[in-house]
Structure formats: C-alpha cells, structure tokens
C-alpha cells in the first residue's frame, strides 16, 4: 500500500515542534559592545546594535512591585506613558496631565504628608498621654504643633485654594492662642480647633492644579460638613451648659452636667476629629506611595 501524502496539520506540527528551544538550553545572550576610549570610532554595526537595543528605564521614586502613578482621585493604578498629552483613569475616568504625576508622585508631597502626620502624631500624644494635672500646658501645645503643621501644609501652595486653607488654618491657631491667654473656658477652644483640623486636612487634599485629592478615599464632603458643624456644636454645647448650670441644686457649684457639656464634649469631639485626621492622612498616604508606616 502506497504511502500518504503528509497532511497540511502534521507538516505545522512539525515546523512548530523545530521552532521550540531544545530542553536545558537558553538562548544566547545578546552581545554587548565593549567600550571603548574616547575620541575612537566605533564601527556601524555597534551602533545599530545599540540602536536596537533601547536601556530599560525603571523609576527610581516608586515600588518596583506596584505601578510609578496612581490616580489622584480613586488611586486606581494608571496605564500611560509619560509622552501622552492626557492619562485618564480606567475606573473613574479622572484624566490628569503627566507633569501634575510626576510632582505628586517624585516623594515632593509624600515628604509634605510625612511632615504634618508626624507633626499630628505629636498633637495626639500631647493630647492623649499628657497629665490631667497640665490639660493647660497640653492646650497650649496643641496651638503650637497645629500652627507649625498648617506652615508645612501649605509650603510652595500659598497662591492657591489649598494655599488659602492652610492660612485660614494658621490663622485659626494663632486664634486659639489668643482664646488660650484670654479664656478659662475650653468651649471655643475645641470649636476653633475642630475648625483648623478640617482646614489642614483640606489643605493637603487639596491641588492647586487637579483639585480636590483622594476624593473618594478620604471622606468626600465630611471635612466641610465637620468645618460647618464645630460653631454650631459649640454653641449647643454653651446652651446645654447653661441649661445645667440653671438645673443644679442652688445653682453655686458646677454640676456634673456642665462639666460634660463645657469640657469633655467639646474636648472627646476634638480627639475624635483629630483621630480620623490622622487615619484619613496615613489612608492616602498608603494608597499613593505604598507606605503604611
């Protein structure tokens, strides 16, 4: 019986099977010209081989296992190349310029965020740890250290809307020191820090070119909910101490409701939004630059 001819799919088979790299075996590297002194010529054909072999660039501000740039608002990884005009988000359709990137992601900001959490951490411990015995002295601190955080916050920003609530912050300190020399009370105080806390924050979430940032990572609106609510929770406060003062037997001594409504209220609401200050600050900064710590 005569033999078939070989069909088209064995002859593919065949050629696909000679294509592959024997086992054990890798391919050659490609050669690499040797230097050469200055002012030799160096032949043609070493330079189409370097020509054609471009050096690879790895970012040297960024965690090689993550990528360099991340979006500004949602800080959904961006695909794009520096030579594009526009890199747009793939999950929120957010669209930045590449310059605006390369600023915010070239350890710029990422020094200004670790500044001012160091500067927060400060504030926390001051107010946390501190003797009840030098609640005055941990006042006086906390003015200094959130006055000193609004100057880092707003560095190179000052001409600007991040620039204007990092003064409005540093304005707001310098007015609590004034309520500090002035007042034996802690309402406005805590009112007026409350106030600056959120005006930081919105300083350092704030772009002078893109806008607002970490938009969706970092609370959305409730920095200006919270700026809006501290004169009015200031003013319930007063009233429910009042209200108290009226209550109490005699009306000669503090109650204990007075003393609830005129310090630890105002005082608890101040560390809470202190607290969620800070988390929100490590929160972007981890999600941007991949750093917890």
Same mark, same amino acid.
């Given at each position: 019986m005569?033999?078939?001819?070989?069909?088209?799919?064995?002859?593919?088979?065949?050629?696909?099977?000679?294509?592959e790299?024997? @086992?054990?075996?890798?391919?050659?590297? @490609?050669?690499v010209?040797?230097?050469?002194?200055?002012g030799?010529?160096?032949?043609?054909?070493?330079?189409?081989m370097?020509?054609?072999?471009?050096?690879?660039?790895?970012?040297?501000?960024?965690?090689?296992?993550?990528?360099?740039?991340?979006?500004?608002?949602?800080?959904? @990884?961006?695909?794009?190349?520096?030579?594009?005009?526009?890199?747009?988000?793939?999950?929120?359709g957010?669209?930045?310029? @590449?310059?605006?990137?390369?600023?915010?992601?070239?350890?710029?900001?990422?020094?200004?965020?670790?500044?001012?959490l160091?500067?927060?951490?400060?504030?926390?411990?001051v107010?946390l740890?501190?003797l009840?015995?030098?609640?005055?002295?941990?006042?006086l601190?906390?003015?200094?250290?959130?006055?000193?955080?609004?100057?880092?916050?707003?560095?190179?920003?000052?001409?600007?809307?991040?620039?204007?609530?990092?003064?409005?912050?540093? #304005?707001?300190?310098?007015?609590?020191?004034?309520v500090y020399?002035?007042?034996?009370?802690?309402?406005?105080?805590?009112a007026?820090?409350?106030?600056?806390?959120?005006?930081l924050?919105?300083n350092? #979430?704030?772009?002078?070119?893109?806008?607002r940032?970490g938009a969706q990572?970092?609370?959305?609106? #409730?920095?200006?909910?919270?700026l809006?609510?501290a004169?009015?929770?200031?003013?319930?406060?007063?009233?429910?101490?009042?209200?108290?003062?009226?209550?109490s037997?005699?009306?000669?001594?503090?109650?204990?409701?007075?003393?609830?409504?005129?310090?630890?209220?105002?005082?608890?609401?101040?560390v809470?939004?202190?607290?969620?200050?800070?988390?929100t600050?490590r929160?972007?900064?981890?999600?941007?630059?991949?750093?917890?710590?």
């Amino acid at each position: 019986m005569a033999d078939k001819p070989p069909r088209d799919e064995d002859t593919v088979e065949a050629l696909e099977l000679l294509s592959e790299p024997l @086992p054990g075996l890798a391919p050659p590297p @490609p050669p690499v010209p040797r230097p050469r002194p200055d002012g030799e010529d160096v032949p043609p054909q070493e330079r189409q081989m370097s020509a054609a072999r471009p050096a690879e660039i790895l970012p040297t501000d960024v965690d090689s296992d993550g990528p360099p740039w991340r979006c500004l608002r949602c800080a959904y @990884p961006l695909m794009g190349s520096e030579a594009a005009d526009v890199i747009r988000c793939s999950e929120c359709g957010q669209e930045h310029e @590449p310059h605006d990137l390369e600023r915010w992601f070239g350890w710029e900001e990422a020094r200004r965020f670790n500044s001012v959490l160091w500067l927060v951490n400060a504030l926390l411990f001051v107010k946390l740890l501190i003797l009840p015995d030098f609640l005055v002295a941990a006042r006086l601190g906390t003015t200094v250290l959130l006055a000193w955080a609004c100057i880092a916050a707003m560095k190179d920003k000052l001409e600007s809307t991040a620039g204007y609530y990092g003064l409005a912050g540093f #304005l707001t300190a310098t007015l609590m020191f004034f309520v500090y020399l002035g007042s034996a009370s802690t309402l406005a105080f805590h009112a007026l820090e409350i106030i600056a806390a959120c005006l930081l924050l919105l300083n350092l #979430l704030h772009d002078p070119h893109v806008g607002r940032i970490g938009a969706q990572i970092s609370g959305g609106q #409730l920095p200006f909910v919270l700026l809006f609510a501290a004169p009015g929770l200031a003013v319930a406060c007063y009233l429910l101490a009042l209200w108290a003062d009226s209550a109490s037997v005699g009306g000669t001594l503090p109650s204990l409701g007075h003393t609830a409504f005129a310090l630890v209220v105002p005082y608890a609401a101040a560390v809470g939004v202190w607290v969620w200050v800070w988390l929100t600050l490590r929160r972007v900064r981890t999600a941007f630059w991949g750093r917890a710590t």
